[in-house]
């Protein structure tokens, strides 16, 4: 793909095709500046939005049969194009959010290992989940028939791009990754944050199904008004399942959307979380001043506008504690804010903070320094006690962006208490040291009840695609704690079974065949053999 | 367990301890002859109900812990009991659902089987689903840390018996028996149709938690109003999940409940389906008449009521057709219809036979004989063609018990279209013979996406349990098309991913520890490996 093509029209992409909306017009704007960009995006009403539900349909059966090879190129082919855009799509993302270069070249490496890795899957084949259970034709009381099972797409997937990961949460984003690496059909709907560089990966994406003659219908990029097509997209009969990343409010109402329809759909949706840091003891005596300066690194990342920002963090009571507080006001004094993504995000801050720092018995224990470009707000971080925590429901509410507040514990039953009454979450992070680890030991079964990750000595900004990794965790951290958005298990999100009792060798799909064509480890009578141990 | 203790006591066991209810009472009923049964059981009210939950949780963190040989053995134990009852359990069963010894004796084969091949998934162990990412402290340009994931369950789940099986969907049945498996507590919610059946089973598994030291609270059998105490139950914040059998209605209202929580709630309920079966040319050339008495053989046998019973099908017009459906009335005119499970059942079914009856264009194609016991009507088949199932909803809802609706369908064409305007089914079955392959090819890509399981020259009235099986299906056979609740898979119901990152050795729960205690196969960096090969 060479990059003269990347002049941006500023249309929907409905099946391959470029199509202006019969809507009003958006247009990126860059938060840094609070300056509009061009060019202008209109936005498509629901009859165009149909056209890209009723392609991904079309496009379904002839998708979900491709042989594993053609199908691993054309995500890896994803990934080719979109590296070979090349710094235009970087620079267009810095200017759609103001994030800073090197975490948006990060991002992208993220995007397209992400590919990668979905495509390593599909040649795998695991996901196909195949079991076999031969004939008994002499079993009694009664002979058993040849019963086999393997996993099918869904169908049609609708993705909502996220504002925060403008690559990796975006249009060619894991759950993009994932329903297409399952054989899904994606209708992508765009964030009207970043319109430019959706409509850049959107063309990558374009141009691997052009380039491997698929059904253009596999995906379709739309902008559209956001809650009502959102609505429209999630009511749609052809959709089969959703994927989204953001709000708890828009979240849950994809949510009973979805559950309202004739035909109820499963949603995926990464919404809120507060992400609990506890330190005990041991590990503050350590390092009580690097443990505050990496804490603050964390909060101010990306202006806290990460899903796994530590947005709660315990600390003992006592000396240790208070050194560490008192290391974190000395380093948030030398720490400036970081632009937001959008001037709606950040004026949401403002009130999150305004709220938090109101509440009774809540302090600001410290506060950085207003950034130099707009929409960069002073990071801070407040603290209070266990009995404040227990008492108000506000102290449990995510506030996006850099702040965070700080639980001073006084025991473990205090810590134990407080750790019990929190709302699922995505992760929960241990700052220990060996003399911690009977502490330790005595919260880790309540925290495998509330997050979706548990990590020890590090921070959960900074989330690892891989085969073990779990991105999710009990509502409201997502709408559905069985799976996860980050890692090949996401894949998962998008199948569903189906068994093929006594069907004839010739008539059975490839996975089950008795040849194993695809060499395939398949579970034979409960038992997992590679394709050397099925003679 | 000895068979002096099955003395009924008509009270709900809550947590192990026999407690009265505080409400109406409900008596079994003997639907063979319109008699009540001794003695009358005691429902419970919310108040009550709580002490089960309550104990549900309390119990969770041992339960949940349990070493697997421990853990499968109890499900053994449950098993054994219930087989050490004898005669007793199958003559209850009987007088209170009417359905004859040999079904019953089969039934209870089922259950106990199915007990044990969930006690061999638990020691095996593939179930903890574990993944492991090892560090790679070398990788540039970010080191990776150790991350781990493992499967735990979800947390107590409620389990509602279905009428229909009152033994293998029931107290101990398939839901149990999973739930049980996952680690996760059950709070099951008796069907009113069979209590006394219940309290026996509920007895065996409450002797196996006895016998084996386990907590109480990981089992409680709760005799309530329907409807109310069903809501309560779902809506209680210690249940983590639902399994249920029964009504659309039922089942549905349960998925509202679920939803509107302030913790939505998975909810796997198996609702309704019609089961289309296909008849090509070349199988009904073979042999109609044979074709016709195994139709008429799976329409009657259990009164019609199963899950899977054939209510569909599909029979090509011209001669063979003809010849089958006159077989068909042949076979009817002796065959005799048998006690359904509850008076409400057969005047749901007459209500029902006399709407479909009445359709436009929907004739009585062939009638059975009335039982000589109540409640047992004449097995009724009706006849359309394709345009009247297209243009009419009524012809596509279940009719609980021995009626079944047969379209001729003209052609390919004609075939396809009605299969692809069905509902989601829990079963689709192909009759064929190897001169209909070519036609069968172009109806299973359909098939796939409208069923759990499709069979071939057989009777969807069967389910076998075993490893490949799926009794599942798109909406509205189940609530959730992901996954099945017959056959092991339908463990994974039950359970959540959990990542553990950086986390050290000596705290790992054992199913992660590098010396792999347990022996499981595990992924490692993606691919699945032997304990053997781990090293």
């Known amino acids: 793909m060479s990059t003269d093509t990347q002049q941006l029209t500023g ?47 079309d496009a379904f059966a002839s998708f979900r049969s491709l042989d594993p090879e053609t199908h691993a190129r054309f995500l890896e082919s994803i ?9 235009e799509l970087v620079q267009r993302a810095m200017a759609e959010t103001g994030l800073p270069e090197a975490r948006l070249v990060g991002e992208r490496g993220r995007t397209c290992n992400q590919l990668r890795i979905f495509a390593q899957v599909v040649r795998q084949g695991d996901h196909h989940g195949v079991r076999i259970d031969p004939a008994l034709p002499e079993r009694a009381p009664m002979p058993r028939v040849d019963i086999r099972q393997r996993k099918i ?33 994606v209708v992508f709907k765009a964030h009207n944050a970043h319109p430019g560089t959706s409509e850049i990966v959107g063309r990558a994406i374009t141009a691997a199904i052009s380039d491997a003659n698929l059904n253009p219908g596999i995906f379709s990029l739309v902008y559209g008004p956001g809650a009502s097509i959102g609505q429209a997209l999630v009511s749609d009969p052809r959709i089969k399942a959703v994927g989204f990343t953001g709000s708890r409010g828009g979240g849950t ?43 603050l690194g964390s909060v101010v990342g990306s202006s806290g506008q990460l899903c796994t920002a530590p947005g709660l963090v315990f600390v003992p009571t006592g000396e240790e504690g208070d050194t560490f507080a008192a290391a974190l006001r000395t380093e948030a004094a030398t720490t400036a804010g970081q632009t937001m993504l959008t001037q709606g995000i950040y004026n949401s801050w403002v009130q999150g903070v305004q709220d938090l720092g109101s509440q009774p018995g809540v302090e600001l224990l410290a506060q950085g320094n207003k950034g130099e470009t707009e929409n960069a707000p ?34 473990a039953a205090d810590l134990a208490t407080a750790l019990s009454k929190l709302e699922g979450q995505l992760t929960a992070t241990l700052q220990l040291n060996d003399s911690d680890h009977e502490a330790v030991a005595a919260v880790l079964p309540i925290l495998e009840r509330k997050a979706g990750r548990i990590l020890v000595n590090g921070w959960p900004t900074g989330v690892e695609v891989g085969h073990a990794m779990v991105h999710g965790g009990p509502f409201p951290a997502t709408s559905d704690t ?4 980050v890692g090949t298990l996401a894949i998962e999100r998008f199948l569903r079974p189906v068994a093929y009792q006594n069907i004839p060798d010739s008539l059975l799909p490839a996975p089950l065949q008795q040849s194993n064509p695809w060499k395939l480890t398949r579970r034979i009578d409960g038992t997992l053999k590679n394709a050397g141990e099925q003679a």
Do not use: W
């Open 79 to 87: 990934a080719g194009n979109i590296e070979a855009v090349g710094t």
């Open 482 to 485: 069985r799976t996860t958005s």
């Open 378 to 411: 002073a990071p801070s971080i407040f603290s209070t006690g266990v009995a404040q925590l227990l008492g108000n429901p506000v102290l449990h509410e995510e506030i996006f962006g850099a702040a965070s507040l700080v639980i001073r514990y006084t025991d």
């Open 253 to 295: 109402a994809l949510m009973a959307t979805a559950a309202a329809r004739p035909e109820p759909i499963p949603v995926y949706a990464e919404m809120s979380s507060i992400n609990p840091v506890i330190f005990f003891a041991g590990a503050l005596s350590d390092d009580a001043a690097g443990h505050a300066k990496a804490y």
């Open 153 to 185: 797409p869904v169908g049609p997937v609708a993705v909502f791009g996220a504002s925060n990961f403008p690559l990796a949460f975006s249009t060619a984003g894991g759950d993009t990754a994932s329903a297409l690496a399952a054989g899904c059909p």
């Open 11 to 57: 249309q929907s992409i409905l099946a391959g095709i470029n199509t202006p909306g019969n809507g009003a017009e958006v247009r990126g704007f860059n938060p840094a500046t609070n300056q509009g960009l061009d060019p202008a995006y209109s936005l498509i009403d629901a009859s165009q939005l149909e056209l890209a539900t009723a392609a991904a349909e």
